[in-house]
Structure formats: C-alpha cells, structure tokens
C-alpha cells in the first residue's frame, strides 16, 4: 500500500536505460525515481555519489550483457537519484530546506512506501552507499542485501571536510567549473584511468565530463553539504542483519575506509572485494569485475543469471566472459559461501589492462 505522503508519480519515456522515471513526492521533498523491468519481480534500488546519477554511475555495470541478464531477469530495478540530481533536474529553491543524511534515508523508505515495496536489496556508490547503509539501520526489517561500492561509514576526516567545504565555495561561486570537475575525477577514476599513456582521455572519462556538465551546481552542493554533515555509523554496523558485499577499489580515497566497514560488521553475513587499478566508481571503471562476485553473493537468496548470455565488455573491448576478467577466490565460490551462512571472504580481483 501506498504511504499516507502526498505523493504523485509522472511517467517520462527515458532512452538512456530504459523504463520510465516517477517523480515521487515525500514529505522531504521530491525525489526522482528510474524504474526498470517488471514491478512483479523483487526489487533491487540504487543510489550514487555525490554529483552523480542512475546514467552516469550506474550505465557501466547495467551495460554489461552478463550484468544485464544477472538483474533484469530477477530484479525490478528503481534507481533513486539524490534530489535534483535526475536528468533535466531545475534549480531546487532556496527556500527548500536542506536535508540531512538521516532525511536522505527516510526518503528512500517513503518511495517504498509509494511503490508499495516491503523489502528490497539496495546498491550503492560512495556517499549513496552511506544512505543505504543508513536505511539498513533505520529499517531493518526492509532490507534483504546491501551491494555497497567503495562505501563510507565514518564521519568526514578533518581533511576531507576541509576539502568538501573547498568544492562547495566552488560550486557557489563557479558552478561546474573544469577545476571542480577534476576534483570530482579524482574521487571516481584511478589515476591509470586518468592519466592514459596515450595522451587522450578514456571515453570513460569523457562520458563522465558530459554528464557533470549537466549537473546543477547548486543541487549537487545540497547533497555535498549533507554528506559532509554525516556522523559515524560503525558502531551500528555489527547490529546490521542482512548480509552484505562490498567492493572496495585499491586506487579509491576511500579505499581505507571500504574496509574498515567490513572489519566492522559481522564476518558471517560480510564479504569484501577489493579491485585492484580501480578508483570508487567500480562500476564504470572495472564493470566486468564485479559480475562474478554479485552472481555468487545473489545466488545465496537464490537468484540466477541465464545459463547462455553472449558476453561483450562495457569498455568496448573484445567480448570475454565474465571469469576471463577477474580471478576470483575459490573461496568465494564455495558452497557455504553461496548459502544463508555468508562466509567472511577477503579477495582481490585482478583486472586485465
């Protein structure tokens, strides 16, 4: 059933992933939502980084023909876009009030409300990774899994909040300026993918620098601002239930972080990923080597991927299975690790260059 929240939906064709967008009216705010696939099968919500939304975080992964066939075959997708962050987003008002990270989390559970969702398996990219983890705390009972890419979990060092209050005087007064836009590289992109021997930058990168163009500075700093504001969430991590994958980029600013959360959350329900030559952004950087890992963490509540799926890299490479991308632990693999009893695993995936 729908929540008692004024809410209303609109639905816009979308090309880029398909589906149909709902602008979902809460009671902090309005909130963009892509939904994709059949809202009869269970739900998988996505939530990205700061700056970032469903087509410029998410694309990567959801491009990938293995990935694809693994989520559009068990999954409804609902890819949550922080507020104003939605394709075509205007302005939000001065007079609308910030939102902190705990209104953040609330909202997600109202357009659960709204679509009458009662649990979902959540993934999220940095600073969304927060939100969800956050929602996982509040409302435990909602969630299934939590799928969380170079997550963060601590309040901000004294160095990182210096750093965020730089980006959002740049924000105010520059909008998205080519300084700020470098910075926000810096916090998705390893600098191997960066910085290429060639000269010329990745179409990675490029499709990235497009798509913040299209940002509205003033949103984006809303969402900075909040997250800037979070407090520390590891003592809460250990009462978390529901089992949980996290990928952690080696190249990440965040990479230390990824894995003191997995050293606080409980070894039976937590698996760690780390991918080597890879900032945050794992799933536009190194799509393909998250497939295998989030095949075996799906199947232990018994979700499969179509037996035969002809394969092509995102990066337009030449087509390679999955397991020719990443070499994985065959303690991932093993039984116990697939089944209700999650064990504590700690692997490194080796990407091909």
């Known amino acids: 059933m729908r929540s008692s929240t004024d809410c209303f939906s609109i639905d816009i064709d979308l090309i880029p992933l398909g589906g149909k967008e709902c602008i979902v009216k809460t009671s902090k705010g309005s909130v963009s939502v892509l939904v994709c696939g059949d809202r009869d099968k269970p739900a998988l919500i996505t939530y990205p980084d700061v700056a970032l939304n469903y087509v410029s975080c998410f694309q990567g992964l959801l491009f990938c023909p293995e990935a694809a066939s693994l989520m559009l075959r068990n ?6 876009d922080a507020p104003g962050h939605e394709l075509g987003a205007d302005v939000i008002s001065s007079d609308e009030p910030l939102l902190c990270v705990d209104d953040l989390a609330d909202q997600v559970a109202e357009v659960l409300d709204f679509f009458g969702l009662r649990e979902v398996m959540c993934m999220g990219v940095t600073a969304g990774a927060y939100i969800l983890t956050l929602f996982a705390m509040k409302y435990k009972e909602r969630v299934l899994g939590l799928i969380l890419v170079s997550p963060i979990c601590k309040g901000p060092s004294w160095t990182e909040w210096i750093y965020n209050k730089v980006l959002m005087n740049l924000l105010y007064f520059y909008g998205m300026c080519g300084l700020l836009k470098e910075c926000l590289l810096q916090r998705y992109f390893s600098k ?20 913040l163009d299209e940002r509205q500075s003033l949103n984006v700093m809303r969402f900075l601002q909040a997250v800037n504001a979070r407090r520390d969430l590891s003592e809460g991590l250990k009462n978390l239930q529901c089992k949980t994958l996290i990928f952690a980029g080696e190249s990440s600013p965040f990479h230390a972080e990824s894995i003191h959360m997995s050293t606080k959350m409980d070894s039976k329900i937590c698996a760690l990923v780390e991918v080597e030559a890879c900032g945050s952004l794992v799933t536009e950087e190194h799509p393909n080597s998250m497939i295998v890992p989030i095949e075996c963490f799906l199947m232990g509540f018994g979700f499969h991927r179509q037996p035969h799926f002809a394969s092509s890299s995102s990066n337009g490479s030449s087509p390679a299975s999955p397991s020719n991308h990443s070499i994985m632990s065959p303690e991932l693999l093993s039984q116990e690790s697939l089944g209700i009893k999650l064990k504590p695993i700690r692997t490194r995936v080796h990407v091909e260059t």
């Open 75 to 80: 999954f409804c997708i609902y890819h949550i």
């Open 192 to 211: 191997e993918l960066r910085c290429s021997i060639e000269g010329s930058e990745s179409e990675v990168i490029l499709t990235c620098r497009r798509l």
